[in-house]
């Protein structure tokens, strides 16, 4: 979340086990890079967009079919806002 103009805010509930994933990720990405000021708003906002791509692609398969893939990286400054290239595998 770059634009603080385009973000809305509110309170969400998690379990136990969900909080403590978040928890956990905010304090692996932290510690991978001591610049990353990530917070629990970035991870989750991660998961949420991640899991929205993954919805897109599966209702629209044919725009991924001889496309290289890209996987988000946790090593950034910024917390999970980097992307590094991962190779596809073409079908065929």
Do not use: C, Y
Not at 7 to 22: G, H, N, R, Y
């Amino acid at each position: 979340m770059k634009d603080n103009e385009n973000v809305s805010k509110f309170t969400i509930s998690l379990e136990k086990d969900l909080f403590d994933w978040v928890e956990e990720q905010v304090i692996d990405i932290n510690k991978k890079d001591r610049r990353a000021k990530s917070s629990r708003s970035a991870v989750i906002a991660h998961a949420v967009q991640a899991m929205k791509e993954s919805e897109q692609e599966k209702s629209n398969p044919s725009v991924r079919v001889g496309a290289n893939a890209l996987k988000l990286s946790e090593s950034s400054a910024a917390g999970l806002s980097t992307r590094t290239k991962k190779n596809s595998r073409k079908a065929g």
